[in-house]
């Protein structure tokens, strides 16, 4: 009985009913391309190609350099420009999965630009848990999927924990990485020990399609990757 007993008071430090909570911060729709010109991005070229609505307003000043440019609303889109990338961010957790503008940004920012030399896709998402500590979330990975052994005690503190999977999911490639990290809370200020996990779902371009069709499906499918997203964080941590 005393064993068993240890056994379940051990199992309680690790706040197994948390890890189920997850939360979706972010969706960002990332273009890996070739002579993009980051110094056309700002909010008079969005608004006059009607890419974004013209009532949105600025959250930040913007920026623009010949190396980067980014242009973030306080409807919480922002989009970033590089010369080998572009970046569509939804960063309202509310809007995720439905009621997101930035795909269909994301569709008309392409087409304004066809010359641009597509050759991947990204669908990234960001989601979180709390956890009470970092050790909490160190000693849940070990449990969950690490096999114990000498390394855990290994050198001079406790071995911080990060783990990847890489999932084939039809056309698409999943890299997904869990680690432990710190959530700023909007309301407070501070800062709270979570396990994050990022997944990106890359698609590789096709170079003979000059409509670049192949990215423009590859966006609209987003939602078969967030219904993929949403059941692996249920099936691996329940």
């Known amino acids: 009985m005393k064993s068993s007993s240890k056994t379940r008071k051990k199992n309680l430090s690790i706040p197994a009913k948390k890890v189920v909570e997850f939360k979706i911060h972010r969706l960002a729709l990332v273009t890996l391309a070739g002579n993009n010109n980051p110094t056309i991005l700002n909010q008079d070229f969005l608004k006059d190609n009607k890419i974004v609505p013209s009532e949105w307003t600025l959250e930040n000043p913007p920026i623009s350099t010949p190396v ?58 960001f989601a979180s848990s709390f956890f009470n500590n970092k050790e909490s979330i160190r000693e849940f990975l070990i449990n969950k999927f690490i096999a114990v052994g000498i390394w855990k005690t290994y050198g001079d503190s406790p071995v911080d924990i990060g783990l990847k999977f890489i999932i084939k999911v039809g056309e698409f490639r999943c890299t997904v990485s869990l680690e432990q990290a710190e959530l700023q809370l909007a309301k407070s200020g501070k800062k709270k020990p979570i396990l994050a996990v990022n997944a990106n779902y890359h698609l590789d371009g096709e170079e003979s399609d000059k409509e670049h069709k192949w990215l423009h499906q590859g966006i609209r499918k987003w939602r078969n990757q967030y219904n993929h997203f949403n059941k692996m964080l249920n099936d691996f941590f329940t």
Request: charged share 20%; hydrophobic share 45%.
């Open 68 to 125: 980067i440019a980014q242009v973030t609303f306080k409807e919480r889109i922002a989009i970033v420009a590089e010369f080998e990338k572009l970046q569509f961010i939804e960063n309202k957790s509310e809007r995720i999965p439905g009621g997101s503008p930035v795909i269909g940004i994301a569709d008309k920012y392409i087409n304004i630009l066809p010359y641009v030399q597509y050759k991947a896709l990204g669908i990234n998402f």
